[in-house]
């Protein structure tokens, strides 16, 4: 290791074997980074689950343009838009079909008393090609009345009739004192609002929602013409619509709006920004306090150093030394012990938590950030090094 | 060139410390010029000064009033990337041994090398193998400071100093923590240097059993020179 480090540096690894020399100060820093790093992963974590789960189910659509009432926040919390405007939208030129979307939360009762919701799309079968294609037959096929598709991650399904579901079969279920039939599958998985999706027929979707009217939709699909730009048809569409009453956005739009409203509008998007936020500082502050002490502890040999004339440039890089090796040993550790309580959190909550490359690298290069950060302000503390106190 | 003849070259200095009511002058009006290659001692009642013209000449002071020229080099108005330079040129021993505690004895007399850029790693080895050897340390080379005695630790500084062959070498009471016989080995090894390379070193020491190896003896009392001989 030294020897490699000589080799690197063209020095002898000071910083490192300062930090190695001190071992429970060492293991200490090492903790506070590793804790830090697993802060910021769990609210990562979470934070991208709730995201996945909450643009997720338009992996199941496949439409250009997403016409909604402007009192709605998002796909899956909408109001609702009057039906009108679907032939509205069909005379502006470009736009080449249109469909309405219903989306309702359907609460279950199983067998075993357990209770699951579903959020459910109701879809004009006749029109399954506004479905995801991989989904677009069997959609077809939901004519039938009171035949749903069903998320086969739904959490807390009885798992006999997921897996007859897979393997082809069917498998029937009670709700509001109806009784549905799942013909066919899909995987979406759950999220914070619900334990999974299903897709039904508009006519199925209105029979359990009492409630709803087939003229008040939650959203307005519409597919524009081959080789057409989904921006420009959108920007025809706002001027043609009332602008106070029907929100128009690319699917794509939509996406990004869906995030960007749970990351800033909804609570819990704030407060794992702030738990973010905190996981940062906490290492900040640790790496700043181990290092800053670290030079105050070798002030001496430090200033022995500067008689001996080494630069400043020198003992800037062994704090930067010493900043790099706490980012490095506190991460590794961190991520394995995140990835341990990632896999925990899906085992119990069934929320897509998940360890990407991205996010690995990101945190990493956070924490070689923050740390070297940290190493910055502790060395002001360098020019307290006077070799004139030596004698 | 007198920078050659005469590494140290001091006129009209004058030092003070403290600001305001409690500015005090410790040097009055120096003058001397100390030739290549010779053992100078500096000695005088403590609070005499010693260790301010040490540190001034060795620029680890900053020079207020006066002249310092160190290896031709004027001091007063230096920037510090100069200064870092010519502190390479020269060797500190200090009265505390000032080791850096986590590497070895080794490692230790590495850095006086590394100070002049990576190099060559097996020749610095060898180098740095050498110059413990000859201070009698061939066996505690990858000894922690915290596992040497005051006398070893001292001596591994003095391999420090004097491994990357300086052109001035300045000591302050190097000999305090040693005994009788290597106190004597490091001081005859400076004079040995002084007439094999020329190079020049400048002692503060108390020590009575070194006066006789000296070149030239210097006296300090209250920041002044009372007496220069050449026994
Ligand atoms: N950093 C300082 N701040 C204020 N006064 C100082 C400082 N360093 C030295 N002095 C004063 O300057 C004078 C000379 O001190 P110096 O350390 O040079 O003496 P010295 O001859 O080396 O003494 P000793 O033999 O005790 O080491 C003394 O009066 C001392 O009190
Ligand atoms: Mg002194």
Redesign the interface.
């Known amino acids: 290791m030294i020897r490699l480090l ?2 690197l540096f ?3 690894p ?1 910083g490192w ?2 930090l ?3 071992r429970t100060r060492l293991i200490a820093a090492v903790a506070g980074v590793a804790f830090a790093n697993l802060l910021v992963f769990m609210q990562l974590g979470i934070m991208g689950a709730l995201n996945n789960s909450t643009v997720a189910p338009y992996a199941l659509l496949n439409a250009d343009i997403i016409l909604s009432s402007q009192e709605g926040n998002t796909l899956t919390d909408s109001g609702n838009i009057a039906r009108t405007y679907q032939y509205q939208a069909l005379a502006v030129p470009g736009v080449v079909a249109a469909t309405p979307l219903f989306i309702g939360n359907l609460p279950l009762t199983l067998e075993d008393g357990s209770s699951v919701s579903l959020l459910s799309f109701g879809v004009d079968a006749a029109k399954a090609g506004f479905m995801a294609p991989a989904l677009a037959p069997s959609v077809a096929g939901l004519a039938l009345e009171n035949t749903v598709l069903l998320d086969k991650d739904t959490r807390g399904m009885p798992a006999e009739a997921l897996d007859s579901l897979a393997s082809g079969g069917s498998f029937t279920f009670e709700a509001n004192g109806k009784t549905l039939t799942a013909v066919g599958s899909m995987s979406v998985g759950g999220g914070f609002l619900a334990d999974g999706m299903m897709v039904t027929s508009d006519q199925t979707f209105l029979r359990f929602f009492g409630s709803r009217s087939s003229g008040a939709p939650d959203h307005i699909l519409l597919r524009v013409g081959d080789g057409l730009s989904p921006d420009i048809v959108a920007e025809r569409l706002r001027a043609a619509l009332p602008a106070a009453v029907v929100k128009v956005q690319t699917v794509a739009e939509a996406r990004a709006a869906d995030l960007s409203f749970m990351a800033t509008e909804r609570p819990t998007g704030i407060i794992f920004g702030f738990g973010v936020f905190m996981g940062i500082l906490v290492g900040l502050v640790i790496v700043y306090q181990v290092l800053s002490t670290d030079v105050a502890d ?1 002030l ?2 430090y ?10 440039r020198f003992f800037l890089g062994i704090v930067f030394e010493e900043a790099i090796v706490l980012a490095v040993f506190g991460f590794v550790p961190g991520l394995v012990v995140s990835m341990g309580l990632y896999a925990g959190l899906v085992a119990v909550t069934g929320l897509p938590v998940a360890m990407d490359a991205t996010r690995a690298v990101l945190v990493f290069v956070g924490t070689l950030g923050a740390c070297t950060l940290s190493g910055a302000i502790a060395t002001r503390r360098l020019a307290a090094a006077d ?2 106190d ?2 | 060139m007198a920078g050659a003849d005469f590494p140290i070259a001091v006129q009209g200095l004058n030092h003070y410390f403290g600001t305001g009511e409690a500015r005090k002058q410790a040097i009055f009006d120096l003058n001397l010029s100390i030739k290549r290659g010779t053992l100078t001692i500096l000695m005088g009642p403590s609070g005499s000064g010693k260790t301010t013209v040490l540190t001034l000449m060795g620029c680890l002071r900053e020079v207020q009033e006066g002249q310092v020229r160190l290896l031709g080099h004027a001091l007063h108005g230096a920037t510090e990337a100069q200064l870092v330079q010519l502190r390479r040129r020269l060797g500190f021993i200090f009265q505390a041994h000032n080791l850096h505690e986590s590497l070895t004895a080794m490692q230790n007399v590495l850095m006086g090398l590394q100070v002049h850029g990576p190099g060559n790693a097996a020749k610095q080895q060898g180098a740095a193998r050498h110059m413990l050897g000859l201070l009698g340390l061939a066996d505690r080379l990858d000894y922690l400071p915290a596992n040497l005695s005051g006398g070893q630790k001292q001596r591994v500084a003095v391999a420090r100093a004097l491994v990357s062959n300086p052109e001035v070498v300045f000591a302050d009471e190097p000999t305090a923590a040693l005994d009788k016989d290597s106190g004597r080995v490091v001081v005859e090894m400076l004079k040995a240097l002084g007439q094999s390379r020329g190079v020049t070193t400048v002692m503060v020491t108390h020590d009575n059993r070194i006066m006789e190896l000296a070149d030239r003896i210097i006296t300090l009392e209250e920041g002044r020179i009372v007496n220069d001989t050449n026994p």
């Open positions: 000589t080799a063209g020095r002898l000071i074997l300062q190695s020399h001190n070798h001496r040999e200033a022995t150093f500067k008689a001996m004339g080494y630069g400043q070799p004139a030596l004698f």
